[in-house]
């Protein structure tokens, strides 16, 4: 119940503050649609990390009890975890897309909001397992949260959303997976052949 209401406030808080800004074809409105592809990286990107994070250190203690206890073997406790997370975590982010998409009249086409979901969703999952990964190697909470946290700004910071990259810099966004998630989304919604209207004396 509490994740049902999360994810409905936090879908219609961003529909509302991009209400309808897909249908305006003005430059302004185009940068400020492409503010809410960010943000849609940052929310399936950030917490998620972190929460995956926290809940590793328990479902490893989890496993490991019940694998000595001869209940089940670690790969079968794996598969089945893997098995019951996918479905249970990508719902959320259909559930949210939908909402604040649709509120903000993104999405071209349903076979376009339906790829942008499958991305977002890879996107979540992605940097879950990142965490858990990080936890197997770190699984000092005081140091792993450090570094999860270095590793997380990297990626929003490398996003391209802020800034253009240095060529030296460069390299490291092969690295950043909300940066691929934001280039998927921005060429899942726009085209060649879109136009829009730019001030006389800045276009």
Request: glycine residues 6%; charged residues 10%; hydrophobic residues 50%.
């Amino acid at each position: 119940v509490y994740r049902l209401v999360e994810t409905l406030g936090i879908g219609v808080l961003s529909g509302l503050v991009w209400f309808r800004k897909g249908s305006d074809d003005t430059q302004t409105a185009l940068g400020e649609s492409i503010g809410l592809f960010f943000f849609s990286c940052a929310v399936f990107t950030v917490p998620p990390f972190f929460q995956a994070l926290a809940l590793s250190d328990r479902l490893v203690k989890q496993t490991v009890s019940e694998h000595l206890s001869g209940m089940y073997a670690v790969p079968t406790a794996t598969i089945a975890a893997l098995l019951a997370t996918v479905p249970s975590l990508t719902v959320w982010v259909a559930v949210w897309q939908c909402l604040a998409y649709s509120i903000a009249d993104l999405g071209r086409e349903p076979g376009s909001m339906l790829m942008m979901n499958v991305v977002l969703g890879l996107n979540l999952l992605s940097v879950r397992t990142l965490a858990m990964v990080l936890y197997l190697f770190v699984p000092s909470a005081s140091l792993n949260v450090v570094i999860g946290n270095l590793v997380v700004q990297m990626f929003m910071l490398t996003n391209g959303f802020y800034t253009t990259l240095p060529g030296w810099l460069q390299w490291i966004t092969s690295f950043s997976i909300p940066r691929l998630t934001f280039r998927a989304l921005l060429k899942l919604e726009y085209t060649w052949h879109d136009t829009f209207v730019v001030h006389p004396m800045l276009g």
